[in-house]
C-alpha cells in the first residue's frame, strides 16, 4: 500500500469542492520497467464541447524534521514526476500541494524562492481547516 500524506484527504476534498474531478489517488505512471506514482490525477470539464484540462497533483506536508530536506525530496520528485508526464501525459499540468501555513512561512525564504523563480513548479495552495484553495500559482 502507497503511504498517503497526512493532507491527501484535504486536497482531494479541495479540489472536488474547486469542481475537479479525481480519476486517480495515486496516479501510476510507468516509464520502461518502473513506475511511480503521483498522489492524485483529476480532470476538469472546461465546458460540454471543449476537452477537460487535466492535472497531476503530488501533495507535500513538510512536516520532517527538516524543511529543506523536505523541500530538496519535492523539488526531485516534482522534476522526475514532470519529465515523465512530459513523454506519457504532456497534457496534464503538475502541481505540488502545500498549505497556507507552509507557503506563508517556509516558501518566503531564499531557498525556495531561487527554485520558484523560473516558474517550471506549479503550485496550489490550500487551507486545510476551512478545505479550500487559496491561490493557485502557475
Known amino acids: 500500500m502507497i503511504a498517503k500524506d497526512i493532507y491527501h484527504y484535504n486536497v ?8 475537479w474531478i479525481i480519476t486517480d489517488a495515486p496516479l501510476t505512471l510507468q516509464f520502461g520497467s518502473r513506475g511511480v506514482f503521483v498522489d492524485l490525477g483529476a480532470k476538469k470539464l472546461l465546458a460540454a ?3 477537460g484540462q487535466k492535472i497531476a497533483v503530488e501533495i ?3 512536516v520532517g524534521k527538516s524543511p529543506v530536506k523536505d523541500w530538496e525530496n519535492a523539488i526531485g520528485q516534482f522534476t522526475l514526476y514532470l519529465k515523465i508526464l512530459s513523454k506519457r501525459e504532456p497534457d496534464r499540468t503538475l502541481y505540488l500541494a502545500i498549505t497556507e501555513e507552509i507557503y506563508a512561512s517556509f516558501f518566503a525564504e531564499d531557498i525556495v524562492q531561487v527554485v520558484l523563480e523560473d516558474g517550471v513548479i506549479k503550485i496550489i495552495v490550500i487551507d486545510p481547516i476551512q478545505e479550500v484553495v487559496t491561490r493557485w500559482i502557475n
Open 49 to 51: 464541447e471543449r476537452e
Open 12 to 19: 482531494r476534498t479541495v479540489l472536488e469542492k474547486d469542481g
Open 60 to 62: 507535500k506536508s513538510f
